[in-house]
T-cell receptor, first 113, second 114 residues
Framework: AQTVTQSQPEMSVQEAETVTLSCTYDTSESDYYLFWYKQPPSRQMILVIR??????QNATENRFSVNFQKAAKSFSLKISDSQLGDAAMYFC??????????FGAGTILRVKS | DTGVSQDPRHKITKRGQNVTFRCDPI?????LYWYRQTLGQGPEFLTYFQNEAQLEKSRLLSDRFSAERPKGSFSTLEIQRTEQGDSAMYLC????????????FGSGTRLTVV
């Protein structure tokens, strides 16, 4: 099975500091999409950032950016200037044919004030 | 349009009973997906529709599970003869097939089988 691996079950960061969440994935496709989703305690899944595999440039959305290493099949998320509202479960996700999403197991991010 | 709506938010049922969940997608979205999420895990794909056609079902979807999307609008997910292992969060999401921007998810239905 083609999988998505998040090796950090939990991470902590001090408010206003930077944290990086790791993700590796497996795929035999050359063109695909990767996402980071956030699931706060209220449980609704929210799209954080999206990366198209054919694009060399790393995606950025305000305080969120990714480090996409296609050859290494690595897709990490960097959160700058962390805020209390960033506390959530973060999922690394790969999109398969038919737009199905394959989720990693998630990383719980705790933000300390 | 306020996004993807799911009803009910919570459902407690006795083992062996049937339950049905409803999902109302974003109106212009032609694809609708069902996922199941157990505690502390990432969601797992169950099935998806393009308009009213059910295009794929996961092997996780046993014959006790059935999903419909009449007229390509809302969808229902029914579980017959519920088992304790069915306890999970059931997530619905929708998207446009022409785009790969990811999905819009609903808030989910939490099922507890006692």
């Amino acid at each position: 099975a083609q999988t998505v691996t998040q090796s950090q079950p939990e991470m902590s960061v001090q408010e206003a500091e930077t944290v990086t969440l790791s993700c590796t994935y497996d795929t035999s496709e050359s063109d695909y999409y990767l996402f980071w989703y956030k699931q706060p305690p209220s449980r609704q899944m929210i799209l954080v950032i999206r990366q198209e595999a054919y694009k060399q440039q790393n995606a950025t959305e305000n305080r969120f950016s990714v480090n996409f290493q296609k050859a290494a099949k690595s897709f990490s998320l960097k959160i700058s200037d962390s805020q209390l509202g960033d506390a959530a479960m973060y999922f690394c996700v790969r999109m398969e044919y038919g737009n199905k999403l394959v989720f990693g197991a998630g990383t719980i991010l705790r933000v300390k004030s | 349009d306020t996004g993807v709506s799911q009803d009910p938010r919570h459902k407690i049922t006795k083992r062996g009973q049937n339950v049905t969940f409803r999902c109302d997608p974003i109106s212009e979205h032609n694809r609708l997906y069902w996922y199941r999420q157990t505690l502390g895990q990432g969601p797992e794909f169950l099935t998806y529709f393009q308009n009213e056609a059910q295009l794929e079902k996961s092997r996780l979807l046993s014959d006790r599970f059935s999903a419909e999307r009449p007229k390509g609008s809302f969808s229902t997910l029914e579980i017959q003869r519920t088992e304790q292992g069915d306890s999970a969060m059931y997530l619905c999401a929708s998207s446009l097939s022409s785009q790969n921007y990811g999905y819009t998810f609903g808030s989910g239905t939490r099922l507890t089988v006692v």
